[in-house]
């Protein structure tokens, strides 16, 4: 028995250091990659219904903003804008000249 033993260990002794080798092999890899262990089949498939859930929210916002595209530009809020730009220009202009005084 103990004879039987010896020659069991004797043949998968290589192809255990073998397995080993192949292990630290890809642990090295996968470190080398940036994967993380914690990414399991489960976080992957809650990762997959998070994205497709965040598809279907960006459907109605990608149609809204098509359509906004067509709308002709307001020149009334656009220089309504531009002069808010200004004043917060200005604001911050002043704000760094009483910093350097």
Known sequence: MR???????????PKEQQYL?????????RRRDGMRGYLTH???????????QLSMELVPMEARLERL??????????AMAI???RR???????????ALE
């Open 21 to 29: 080798a192949e292990e630290t092999a890809c642990q090295a890899r």
């Open 3 to 13: 004879e039987e033993r010896a020659e069991i260990d004797d043949n998968f002794g």
């Open 88 to 98: 917060r220009i200005q604001l911050a202009t002043r704000e760094i000249e009483t």
């Open 42 to 52: 489960d976080a992957l498939m809650a990762m997959q219904a998070r994205h497709a």
């Open 69 to 78: 595209r067509v709308v002709p530009p307001d020149a009334e809020l656009a």
């Open 83 to 85: 002069e808010d730009r």
